[in-house]
T-cell receptor, first 117, second 109 residues
Framework: GAVVSQHPSRVICKSGTSVKIECRSL??????MFWYRQFPKQSLMLMAT?????????EQGVEKDKFLINHASLTLSTLTVTSAHPEDSSFYIC?????????????FGNGTRLTVT | KQEVTQIPAALSVPEGENLVLNCSFT??????LQWFRQDPGKGLTSLLL?????REQTSGRLNASLDKSSGRSTLYIAASQPGDSATYLC????????FGTGTSLTVIP
């Protein structure tokens, strides 16, 4: 149980275009999902917390107009990288928990490798 | 701000050895600590979750301990196998999740 699916797993796009990444909780409902970014050989950096039915909460330094997050249902959150540039190339991972509260574990998607040419 | 450190950054052991991975954190006010495994180019797989009130958790050949007062956790892997080769990350949950930079483990057949 507690499966998180992320799509696509890999995407290559041209500079200036937008890319949408989907994160789905397959067997549970998630009122909150988290979006992370990971650079090579570095740890995960929290970008934003996605809340179902409300605006996402962005971490300091993350451009909300560049990284658009939509959490329209209890099983789906999307991250859109707008006007992508080569420096946006990275590994993006989402996570969610089947339970609310601070003691609940996180489950992760398999990540999306974004390459902007 | 919470800082999570993992030592060593990389570890190479022969198959069959027991090994210990270390995770330390600066703020002991945490709700839980979670150990993950990450294979190259993949997401994170949850291995063990220790609540702040617990001292350890076990799953198969894995045992994780937590000493909240000293800000430390260890992940013990018994009888290591080549399939255990991966990066292991620890994460502590305070007001958000804070991740360490990981230990890259290679088990040599």
């Amino acid at each position: 149980g507690a499966v998180v699916s992320q799509h696509p797993s890999r995407v290559i796009c041209k500079s200036g275009t937008s890319v949408k990444i989907e994160c789905r909780s397959l067997d549970f409902q998630a009122t909150t999902m988290f979006w992370y970014r990971q650079f090579p050989k570095q740890s995960l950096m929290l970008m934003a917390t996605s809340n179902e039915g409300s605006k996402a909460t962005y971490e300091q330094g993350v451009e909300k107009d560049k990284f658009l997050i939509n959490h329209a249902s209890l099983t789906l959150s999307t991250l859109t990288v707008t006007s992508a540039h080569p420096e946006d190339s990275s590994f993006y991972i989402c996570s969610a928990s089947p339970e609310t509260g601070e003691v609940s574990p996180l489950h992760f998607g398999n990540g999306t490798r974004l390459t902007v040419t | 701000k919470q800082e999570v450190t993992q030592i060593p950054a990389a570890l190479s052991v022969p198959e069959g050895e027991n090994l210990v991975l270390n995770c330390s954190f600066t703020d002991s006010a945490i709700y839980n600590l979670q150990w993950f495994r990450q294979d190259p180019g993949k997401g994170l797989t949850s291995l063990l979750l220790i609540q702040s009130s617990q001292r350890e958790q076990t799953s198969g050949r894995l045992n994780a301990s937590l000493d909240k007062s000293s800000g430390r956790s260890t992940l013990y892997i018994a009888a290591s196998q080549p399939g255990d080769s991966a990066t292991y990350l620890c994460a502590v949950r305070g007001n958000q999740f804070y991740f360490g930079t990981g230990t890259s483990l290679t088990v040599i057949p």
